[in-house]
């Protein structure tokens, strides 16, 4: 009888030790997948912060199949905390500016200045020239309409050429 359990008892340590094996692939799979999705993000104040918050329920790159403008962000962020993200306070105002700079839509012929603010990286008086701009001259058609604002850097429009929604 005893000689018939070595065997037996080869082989499940031969499946603990490959189950072993498949789980540390596994594991470096995850990390592996995880560490690329973090890199679709582009670098800026905030992404260390959404990575955090963001990732505990869903993967945090939901945030880049749902295109939305920063009013929209704010709702999706009060949304998340109902569903019971957490973060501190500070932590939401960084995860938030940073779906403004880097990810919202620009609706450049509406927003108000305050939100260009934030969407377009300017300071409060190249947020009040584009307003003023439009305003003037009937809104804007083009991005290349966008860069002809005095005080608007060109870089910045054409980092958001995709995102601006005339
Ligand atoms: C506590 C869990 C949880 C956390 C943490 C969380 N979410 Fe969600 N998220 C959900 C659930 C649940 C849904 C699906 C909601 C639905 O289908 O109505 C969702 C859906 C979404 C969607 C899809 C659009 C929508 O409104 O349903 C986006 C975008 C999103 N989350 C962004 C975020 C961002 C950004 C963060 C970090 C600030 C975050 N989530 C953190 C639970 C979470």
Redesign the pocket.
Known sequence: MEGGMAPRAIISTMNRRSLFALSCSAVVLVLTMSAAMQDRFPTGPGKAE?VK??????E?D??F??P?TAGE?A???Q???Q?????TPDD?RL?EQY?DANLALIPINAAPAVELQRTMDVTEAVADAIVKHRKEKGGFKSVDDVKKVPGVDASKVDARKDRLIF
């Open positions: 959404l918050v963001c990732s505990s329920c869903h945090p939901n945030v199949a749902y939305q962000w709702d999706t962020l949304k998340m905390a569903l019971g993200a957490e973060a939401w995860i779906l």
